[in-house]
């Protein structure tokens, strides 16, 4: 099992462009995520998916849009880059259920934006 | 909202000394509270969770301990090595409903740093 994957690795964006970050996982999770890293500040989520064909917003969803594409892909695109997106953004999935379950992430992907 | 404080930010111990790194929350209806660490580049992984229902769980050198009332809980680690450098974050989620599937809070995180 690869377990969550992400692409790609590593982007450099002017302002004002657009890109969409891709993430699969193939642990038969329900429910997927999308967080950026910024120094200090923890994981933030941007937004999640709790089951295929729901979406919901996250602490930070400004600038961005998702696409839960079937029960394996999550996409987060951003339409128009702007510097305060320059992150590390990492996708994670996990069962869903009422008690809490682990959640895996992906390897993460850095975004730059000038 | 939910809110998750860690301290400390930053933690330096020597070799073989114990390491703890506390959290609090502040909504009384979590019910599940992770603990992950990050490599330098790397993805963050679990390394011990507890459920609300249990005050202490532990597992090997490492521990974590859950005070309800006060809404805090810890991390212990015991006869730290160097490979257990790395970032710590602690997490509380949100009940279960509307918005609450499985929703981690993150804390900003600690860097733990242990020398030889």
């Known amino acids: 099992n690869a377990g969550v994957t992400q692409t790609p690795k590593f982007q450099v964006l002017k302002t004002g462009q657009s890109m969409t970050l891709q993430c699969a996982q193939d642990?038969?999770?329900?429910?997927m995520y999308w967080y950026r890293q910024d120094p200090g500040m923890g994981l933030r989520l941007i937004y999640y998916?709790?089951?295929?064909?729901?979406?919901d917003k996250g602490e930070v969803p400004n600038g961005y849009n998702v696409s839960r594409l079937n029960k394996r892909e999550f996409s987060l695109r951003l339409e128009s880059a702007a510097p305060s997106q320059t992150s590390v953004y990492f996708c994670?999935?996990?069962?869903?259920?009422?008690?809490?379950?682990?959640?895996?992430f992906g390897p993460g992907t850095r975004l730059t934006v000038t | 909202g939910e809110n998750v404080e860690q301290h400390p930010s930053t933690l330096s111990v020597q070799e073989g000394d114990s390491a703890v790194i506390k959290c609090t929350y502040s909504d009384s209806a979590s019910n599940y509270f992770p603990w992950y660490k990050q490599e330098l580049g790397k993805r963050p992984q679990l390394i011990i969770d507890?459920?609300?229902?249990?005050g202490e769980k532990k597992d090997q050198r490492i521990a974590v301990t859950l005070n309800k009332t006060a809404k805090h809980f810890s991390l212990h680690i015991t006869e730290t090595q160097p490979e257990d450098s790395a970032v710590y974050f602690c997490a509380a989620k949100r009940p279960f409903g509307p918005g609450g599937y499985n929703k981690l809070i993150f804390g900003a995180g600690t860097r733990l740093a242990v020398h030889p």
């Open positions: 994670a999935s996990s069962y869903q259920d009422r008690e809490g379950y682990e959640q895996y």
């Open positions: 998916s709790a089951s295929e064909g729901t979406t």
């Open positions: 507890i459920r609300s229902n249990v």
């Open positions: 642990m038969n999770h329900n429910s």
